[in-house]
């Protein structure tokens, strides 16, 4: 936490603006909105799992349709798309970001097509803060005519281009779990450029209430909007986003620094115009057995690390969904490992976890 964010609460409280509604939500909107710029319109919501499963809604998903989504990321992604009764057709990663792979996307949508069966969105993924390759996606959005969703809750922060990650898509998400880079303990947020597309998603996260002095409803409702309280943290939370950023990328700098002269390990580089908020440093190792060496090694230490994303894919969930693989994302599945990542991480902590990860090496 920064320096505002309890002040921010106990304003709340003190005004009594204890509900899914009130100053800090909208203050937070608009603040999210600047900070993205380029038009952003933001619906706080209560996690960024409501936000994909709104921006499904709002894309016309439902029962039967399928929705393509990038095989190697957080569950959370896709789970939406079983909400509505639709199908996942997952698409693997290209090696320069490890996102949806544009050739692949190609293919799944020329070949679903085929069967009858377009698919209804895209869902392509920041993962680990690098941006996805956005104009090879939105080019084949557009030469299709399939709107991206565009997930966003690892990269607030991130940029393509000198523009910020969160309004590449039709719609965007963002997340503000415990874990990303900036946090309301949970909550979520969608983006769009149309102001009555951000009226919608309200709507839905408010119970689909229509305009009567009584309790009326001609649709199905969720409660999916964020409290007041913790807009509230998110507030104090917009003005330490940019130093949470320089501080993840600064743990990334310190492991290529000290690591990266090791033949063993390969670390993710920016391309040209990609600006990673570097949310998790990731390396990549030879094999699976060196990957576990360096795994246990830290562990031995008190030292916490963690496997990649396993492809969605594989996961037994979504076992019998289409899938298009190359097998980029099952080697990054093997072969990665998440180092510690926190922005409170000190010269001393990262100096112990270099020392530590070359000696199990
Ligand atoms: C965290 C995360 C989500 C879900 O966000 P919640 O706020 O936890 O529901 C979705 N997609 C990705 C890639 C995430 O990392």
């Not at 409702?221 to 104090?236: D, P, Q, T």
Request: charged share 20%.
């Amino acid at each position: 936490m920064g320096e505002s964010e309890q002040q921010y609460v106990k304003e709340a409280f003190d005004t009594n603006w204890i509900a899914p509604l009130g100053p800090f939500v909208n203050r937070f909107e608009n603040t999210i909105g600047e900070y993205i710029g380029d038009g952003a319109q933001v619906a706080a919501l209560s996690s960024g799992t409501a936000a994909i499963h709104l921006a499904l809604k709002l894309l016309g998903v439902s029962h039967g349709d399928e929705v393509i989504c990038q095989s190697f990321t957080f569950s959370a992604s896709a789970n939406p798309i079983l909400y509505l009764g639709a199908t996942p057709v997952f698409v693997d990663s290209e090696n320069l970001t490890w996102n949806i792979s544009p050739e692949l996307l190609e293919k799944a949508i020329v070949d679903r097509t085929a069967l009858g069966k377009k698919p209804k969105a895209i869902i392509a993924v920041h993962l680990y803060g690098m941006p996805y390759m956005v104009d090879e996606i939105t080019k084949i959005s557009k030469k299709y005519e399939i709107p991206v969703i565009e997930d966003s809750a690892e990269a607030l922060g991130s940029s393509y281009k000198n523009k910020k990650c969160g309004n590449f898509g039709d719609i965007g998400i963002l997340s503000f779990n415990g874990n990303k880079i900036i946090t309301t303990s949970g909550g979520g947020a969608l983006i769009t450029n149309d102001i009555n597309v951000k009226k919608k998603a309200v709507f839905f996260a408010t119970q689909s209430r229509d305009d009567a002095p009584h309790y009326q409803h001609s649709e199905v409702g969720f409660n999916y909007r964020m409290s007041n309280v913790l807009a509230g943290i998110g507030c104090g939370q917009m003005e330490v986003l940019d130093n949470r950023v320089s501080a993840r990328r600064n743990n990334f700098d310190f492991y290529r620094n000290n690591l990266g002269h090791l033949q063993e390990l390969k670390f993710l580089e920016e391309p040209n115009g990609f600006y990673s908020n570097r949310w998790l440093s990731c390396i990549l190792t030879p094999s699976f057995e060196i990957r576990e060496k360096i795994r246990l090694g830290l562990l031995e230490e008190d030292i916490e690390s963690r496997p990649l994303w396993k492809p969605l894919h594989l996961q037994p969930i979504f076992k019998n969904s289409p899938n298009f693989t190359n097998g980029t994302s099952e080697e990054l599945f093997e072969r990665g490992l998440c180092l510690p990542s926190g922005s409170n991480l000190n010269s001393e902590d990262l100096d112990r976890i270099v020392y530590t990860l070359k000696k199990a090496l």
